[in-house]
């Protein structure tokens, strides 16, 4: 989920223009191949005895990796969101695959996994076809009522997943102490990665509901408009 | 006269209040109060515009410009706390918190770390922090003239949880059986550092108390006194901040303790901002503020 861009009308150089077509291209073909690659395995069940997960897993790493390119684009200036926002937002999305996913494989193949995948594939698609046709101008009114509405689903489904799989991989990191630095060291400093991700998941709490009434607040705005035109 | 008040969230018409030309906003507050018990006046501002600056409440209706069926706004600013109750709060938490987990309590360490030995600079350190904190609640209740009575409740929460937060997070580590002290040479010094940041940062205090004398709203270029310490004015225009971050740096390199530079490297950063703030409004205010001066660290800005 971003921040709703501005009207198409922004003052973007046209390398600049080029290249976020090219990159918002690149991220909509590449979440689309997750969502055919994830409705793949659910119609075809058996496919070699692989997960879910191994599905999906080098493209899933790949395109949500490349996502952090959007809080530089930010801090360039070329988009108009928050850079503050936008790192928040893809901060939770790297934490996820990867300090969660790819380290702990017990977060994954349960509900919370799918319930995440399917969240984000969805919400991606639409929201990278969003932004290509927003700098060509040539977004459809259909496309803007998904990207606008879909979200209320899910947005919490997301969000639910996103916890599900961040307490399953607890265990492991209070077992393992893993990623922690541990007294005694010259600094007297300590890190416990379990009780970080016990922090990533309370901060939620505040985090979610603000995100979730903002979009609401920017359906309103937007689709409101335009059954006035 | 009569003057309507609207409120700044939907000009909704609250009251038409009557006044004479020479009652002061404060007088209408009360009016206010009167017909709407939850706005007590310390809730209230006025303002000439929706989204328009704060009204003075000393000044008088005439002063202001307002005639018969004029319009004032007036914003809600939500439940109030008084100033003294919020320092009073946040620092009576860090000397709690730090007391207790100084006692080694089994809830943070297991069982037994009580029994364990601790480093003659962990106990120095409990008892700086003790000092330095009373000091506060000492200063807040007799020391510090505060410009306003009240600032909104959810100040209140957020300010504790900052204190008490880093309090405990100071304390865990410092108290910590496995904490590792630094050579005594190094918290020696320091530790007369902070002495000397602490007898500062109240010299300060007394000194800016002094400035002004008790219900006169006169603003004065700060000045040295006759404690030396207070020459730190000529250096900056906030050498309370500038103790004070000194004092977090030194107890920071007595314990060699990186949570403490956090916390003092956070306390440093809201410190600047303000300091930046006021050194501004110092510049505005007086023609013949000193050149040379910074804001917080002395030479640098």
New interface residues.
């Given amino acids: 989920m971003s921040a709703a861009k501005k009207a198409p009308s922004r003052v973007l150089s046209l390398p600049a223009r080029i290249y976020l077509i090219f990159y918002n291209a690149i991220q909509f073909l590449g979440w689309s191949f997750l969502l055919y690659k994830m409705v793949d395995f659910v119609v075809n069940q058996d496919l070699e005895g692989k997960s879910l997960w191994e599905h999906v897993e080098i493209p899933l790493l790949i395109f949500q990796s490349g996502a952090i390119l959007e809080v530089v684009h930010c801090a360039c200036g070329i988009t108009p969101s928050s850079t503050i926002i936008t790192f928040a937002q893809v901060y939770s999305r790297v934490f996820l695959i990867w300090p969660i996913l790819y380290k702990v494989p017990d977060a994954r193949d349960q509900i919370g996994f799918s319930l995440l995948l399917l969240a984000w594939t969805v919400t991606e698609v639409l929201r990278y076809l969003y932004y290509v046709l927003n700098l060509i101008s040539l977004v459809p009114g259909f496309l803007l009522w998904c990207r606008y509405t879909f979200f209320i689903i899910l947005y919490p489904a997301g969000v639910t997943g996103e916890l599900l799989c961040c307490y399953r991989a607890l265990s492991h990191y209070s077992e393992t102490q893993e990623f922690s630095i541990l ?8 890190f416990n990665f379990y009780y970080y991700t016990i922090l990533v998941m309370l901060a939620y709490i505040p985090v979610f509901p603000q995100l979730y009434t903002h979009m609401f607040v920017q359906r309103k705005k937007i689709l409101g408009n335009k059954k006035h035109d | 006269m009569e003057i309507g008040i609207l409120s700044t969230s939907g000009g909704k018409q609250l009251a038409t209040l009557t006044v004479d030309p020479n009652s002061t906003l404060k007088e209408l507050k009360t009016q206010i109060h009167r017909l709407k018990s939850h706005l007590y006046p310390d809730r209230q501002e006025f303002r000439q515009e929706p989204r328009g600056k704060g009204l003075d409440e000393s000044k008088t209706v005439a002063a202001l410009g307002l005639k018969n069926h004029s319009k004032l706004y007036l914003k809600d600013l939500g439940p109030q706390v008084a100033w003294k109750t919020v320092f009073l709060t946040e620092y009576a938490g860090p000397l709690f918190v730090y007391a207790w987990i100084y006692q080694r309590p089994w809830l943070f360490y297991g069982e037994g770390a009580a029994n364990q030995p601790m480093s003659q600079v962990a106990h120095i350190a409990a008892y700086c922090w003790v000092i330095h904190y009373t000091k506060r609640i000492l200063e807040t209740l007799f020391v510090h003239r505060f410009s306003h009575a009240t600032m909104p409740v959810r100040n209140l929460f957020r300010n504790c949880a900052y204190y008490w937060i880093f309090a405990a997070y100071v304390a865990y ?2 108290n ?1 059986p ?3 002290a630094p050579c005594q040479m190094q918290s020696y010094i320091a530790l007369g550092f902070w002495t000397i940041c602490e007898l500062g940062n109240f010299s300060i205090h007394w000194a800016l108390r002094n400035l002004r004398p008790p219900g006169s709203k006169e603003r004065r270029i700060p000045r040295p006194t006759k404690d030396p310490l207070t020459l730190m004015f000529n250096l900056v225009s906030c050498p309370n901040y500038t103790y004070e971050v000194g004092g977090w740096v030194a107890f920071t390199i007595m ?5 403490a530079g956090l916390f003092a490297f956070a306390g440093f950063y809201q410190m600047a901002v303000w300091a930046i703030g006021k050194h501004r409004a110092y510049k505005k205010d007086f023609k013949d503020y000193p050149r040379g001066r910074k804001a917080i660290i002395p030479f640098v800005f």
Avoid: E, I, S
């Fill in positions: 007294l005694p060291n010259a600094w007297n400093f300590t | 580590h410092v910590h496995l904490y590792t314990t060699q303790c990186l949570p």
